[in-house]
Nanobody
Framework: QVQLVESGGGLVQAGGSLRLSCAASTRTFNNYYVGWFRQAPGKERAFVAHISSRGGSTNYADSVKGRFTISRDNAKNTAYLQMNSLKPEDTAVYYC????????????WGQGTQVTVSS
């Protein structure tokens, strides 16, 4: 069982930056892919970014490409989402998720952290 705890959310003005963290309870963090997702009010949860188990591969939703960067530090069992040039439409609850290598679905989710971008 893997527990994930997000932190770093908050209120920021448009154009500002935030860095989200996702701390994992497992000592085998490098056996998991990590994804960030977000859910805005009244909308379905949407994919934001993904990083492979060793960090060598990443991909992003088109809406955040060039502005967000996903990374991880396996020695600290932590993944990050650096968010720059934030827009009001980035306002959402952000969730990190983990899935074991070889699995197709994310089996572990954090509780979420609120990001609010004011215009």
């Amino acid at each position: 069982q893997v527990q994930l705890v997000e932190s770093g959310g908050g209120l920021v003005q448009a154009g500002g930056s935030l860095r989200l963290s996702c701390a994992a309870s497992t000592r085998t963090f490098n056996n998991y892919y990590v994804g960030w997702f977000r859910q805005a009010p009244g909308k379905e949860r949407a994919f934001v970014a993904h990083i492979s188990s060793r960090g060598g591969s990443t991909n992003y939703a088109d809406s955040v490409k060039g502005r967000f960067t996903i990374s991880r530090d396996n020695a600290k069992n932590t993944a990050y989402l650096q968010m720059n040039s934030l827009k009001p439409e980035d306002t959402a609850v952000y969730y990190c998720a983990a899935r074991s290598i070889g699995k197709t679905k994310y089996g572990y989710w954090g509780q979420g952290t609120q990001v609010t971008v004011s215009s």
